[in-house]
């Protein structure tokens, strides 16, 4: 018997003859009392981010070219005038850097470790845990990109910020790559202590937008 | 197979799959726990380390815990959802591996940590890598694979934090969550300043140092790793997908940059749907790191094209699950999605660490995880001694995001345990004599009036809490550490009969 057929018999014979469940409640919050984008949810990210020690830019305009400006300012006092992007942002995004790479998929681990930061957009926020999802795509580029450099500037728009986990995950397709982020890369290792800055961008600027 | 002859509330549903062997991995300790405690109280700095860390994130699991209106509401979701997958294990389990192979990936299983091990070794080897970067996972070290990849050659790079200090420092993990808990920050900057190739010799204890040297040490590790080994948080039945809930970035760094990815993951670990995973992923946080949200959580879909390792292998693993399945309460030791709250709000645990438990699984959750995978021998197994290493007060149970009741578990397991004994020995524990002797005195009215007189008498033999003559074995156990209490003058029978209550 192989091992797949033999550990399903086995779970087949544990659960006995008629292993059934109740139906699952789901009392807890499907929505929050705001809509998307709600000044009230604005507010309450940017409490979650800068608790999490990342930077927040916000700037009413939703301009591509408003953006760029908010990414080039929040790079210039950290002496950083290249970036990678991925292939789907608005080139007026990083159109005040010196030195911008649009990324084709050629770069690797090693060339990204040279490029000191990483430009990008979102899919959707989550207000009450602070927490940014990227989808892999055009927007948010591949998952190495994000990950290497050691600064993320990353764009949220306002009318991508929803409320709660729930409301959250419903905006997202689950086939595609996806990266929850919640701040800059931290450890509690020591001593159950928070500290920011480990192995993923130790910098995280977010520009809220709108 | 020993025949579990019930208590309340434990019933064995089917047929238990076979007990892990304590032989492979790290499910078992050397010794009992009474034994190991007995050291591990006496180290005063792993007290202090112990009492510090888990004070600090008690403190803050009970802020962000009490800021979420629907708590209560999340926690019985889980539990419903926990048990709802194991009612449906094995189709949900198919239809997992099914969607995993459509999107590219290649599904294993395992009936046991041997098995895992050779699956992962042999993976490893066709791919021509040496060596493979690794993300924590409480799997990986349940079979042991470091030591199985070692053997083979193949050198594996821990890179959380706490278990990069437990490898450099050849320690032990002893907490599910941060393994190495039991260090303070001086022990962990002079690991480091032994034990890390070319790192700052003026190196400080500051957290934030370490981190640092931490990062630099791996970067390189990570940059050319071409093989990666992780475990699931979760695995989701409707799409394919895997979860891998982390902090520092290393785990990104494992199932993003290397061309293989090697995924090892209990059959339990799968959840039915993507919806299911809007109530663990606000569970998870807020009860492990007492986070709101954990600073990064991967998902992924078998291979993306393009993005990520081009080689992605499941491995799904029995190792004595479908034994603890068989058992209508021990089932919900399977609910566990590796939290540790349980640990950090454990009487116990606090003042033994998680040596003392021998298995990779310590605290509250362990003390019915281990026995439960590694099965009961009723003899001097040092899994045996682990569902007496709680003073049941429940906290563990109060804490627990998908309600694991770990009290009456232990309760259960020490029955189960003291019938296996009864059934493996000649003669009854001392205990179960003792037991017998109270119920036939207890049976009868007479005799329990003449047995309360008798206790009168026996008073004098104590002063002071302490018996005046030493006790013989095994009563000497007993006073060894609690005082005797001396029996009233007077029985309750006597003092109610002579004065009606009081009232005369």
């Given at each position: 018997m192989s091992a797949r057929d033999d550990v399903l018999a086995r779970i087949r014979g544990a659960l006995g003859a008629d292993p059934t469940a109740p139906p699952v409640p789901?009392?807890?919050?499907?929505?929050?009392e705001y809509a998307a984008g709600a000044p009230e949810l604005v507010l309450q990210l940017v409490d979650r981010l800068e608790d999490y020690r990342a930077t927040v830019v916000r700037i009413g305009a939703d301009d591509d070219d408003s953006i760029g400006r908010a990414v080039a300012d929040a790079l210039a006092p950290r002496e950083i005038g290249q970036a990678v992007t991925p292939p789907g942002t608005p080139r007026e995004w990083t159109g005040w850097l010196a030195d911008v790479v649009v990324d084709d998929?050629?770069?690797?681990a090693k060339a990204l470790d040279r490029i000191p930061a990483v430009v990008t957009g979102s899919v959707v926020t989550i207000a009450e845990t602070g927490t940014i999802v990227l989808d892999g795509g055009e927007l948010c580029g591949r998952r190495a990109i994000t990950l290497v450099p050691d600064t993320h500037v990353c764009v949220v728009r306002v009318s991508d910020v929803v409320q709660t986990v729930p409301e959250g995950l419903q905006r997202v397709d689950p086939v595609r790559p996806l990266t929850f982020i919640s701040g800059p890369s931290a450890t509690s290792d020591i001593e159950l202590d928070r500290v920011e800055g480990v192995h993923g961008p130790r910098q995280l600027v977010v520009i809220v937008s709108g | 197979m020993s025949t579990f002859l019930g208590m309340p509330g434990g019933r064995t549903a089917g047929t238990r799959g076979p007990a892990a062997d304590p032989g492979v991995g790290h499910l078992t300790g050397d010794r009992s726990f009474p034994a190991a405690a007995h050291d591990a109280l006496a180290n005063t700095q792993l007290r202090r380390n112990l009492a510090h860390a888990t004070s600090t994130i008690r403190a803050k699991r009970a802020s962000v815990v009490a800021e979420v209106p629907d708590w209560e509401a999340l926690r019985d979701a889980g539990s419903a959802i926990k048990a709802d997958t194991m009612a449906r294990l094995p189709e949900l389990l198919e239809q997992l591996e099914a969607n995993v192979i459509a999107r590219g990936g290649t599904v294993h299983w395992a009936r046991d940590a041997a098995e895992a091990n050779r699956i992962v070794t042999d993976l490893v080897r066709a791919t021509g890598a040496d060596e493979v970067v690794k993300v924590k996972s409480m799997a990986t070290q349940e079979i042991g694979l470091n030591e199985a990849l070692e053997a083979a050659g193949i050198t594996a790079h821990e890179t959380d934090l706490a278990e990069l200090i437990v490898q450099l420092g050849h320690d032990k993990p002893s907490h599910i969550l941060v393994p190495a808990i039991h260090r303070g920050r001086a022990e962990i900057r002079e690991i480091f300043a032994r034990e890390m190739p070319g790192v700052d010799p003026l190196l400080t204890d500051e957290p934030a140092v370490l981190a640092a040297a931490a990062r630099t040490h791996l970067r390189e590790v990570f940059l050319r790793a071409k093989v990666a080994v992780s475990g699931a948080n979760f695995g989701v039945a409707e799409t394919g997908t895997l979860t891998v809930v982390e902090s520092e970035g290393n785990g990104r760094m494992c199932l993003t940059l290397p061309d293989t990815l090697i995924t090892v993951m209990g059959?339990?670990?799968?959840?039915?749907?993507?919806?299911?995973l809007e109530v663990f992923l606000q569970l998870l946080p807020r009860s492990s790191t007492g986070e709101r949200m954990n600073p990064y959580t991967s998902t992924w879909t078998g291979v993306v094209p393009g993005d990520g390792p081009q080689d992605f292998h499941l491995v799904l693993l029995d190792n004595g699950r479908t034994r603890a399945l068989a058992d209508e309460l021990g089932?919900?030791?399977?609910?566990?999605?590796?939290?540790s709250a349980c640990l950090n709000v454990c009487p116990v645990y606090e003042r033994t660490g998680g040596h003392a438990y021998g298995s990779v699984y310590p605290g509250p959750i362990g003390a019915i995880l281990s026995p439960l995978l590694t099965g009961l021998t009723g003899g001097d197994d040092p899994n045996d001694s682990l569902p007496y290493?709680?003073?049941?007060?429940?906290a563990c149970y109060d804490v627990c995001p998908v309600k694991i009741n770990i009290p009456d578990m232990l309760v259960q397991l020490r029955a189960e345990h003291t019938e296996a004994h009864a059934d493996t020995h000649r003669l009854p524990s001392p205990e179960a004599a003792a037991m017998k002797a109270a119920a036939w005195v207890m049976a009868d009215e007479g005799r329990f009036a003449k047995a309360g007189r008798a206790a009168a008498v026996a008073r004098h033999g104590i002063r002071r809490g302490k018996p005046r003559i030493p006790l013989p074995p095994p009563l000497n156990g007993w006073t060894a550490s609690r005082d005797a209490p001396a029996p009233a003058a007077e029985s309750f029978r006597d003092w109610w009969t002579r004065t009606r209550g009081g009232s005369s």
């Open positions: 789901r009392a807890y919050r499907q929505h929050g998929g050629s770069l690797d | 059959i339990e670990k799968v959840v039915p749907t993507w919806r299911d089932r919900t030791a399977l609910h566990c999605i590796r939290c290493a709680s003073s049941l007060c429940g």
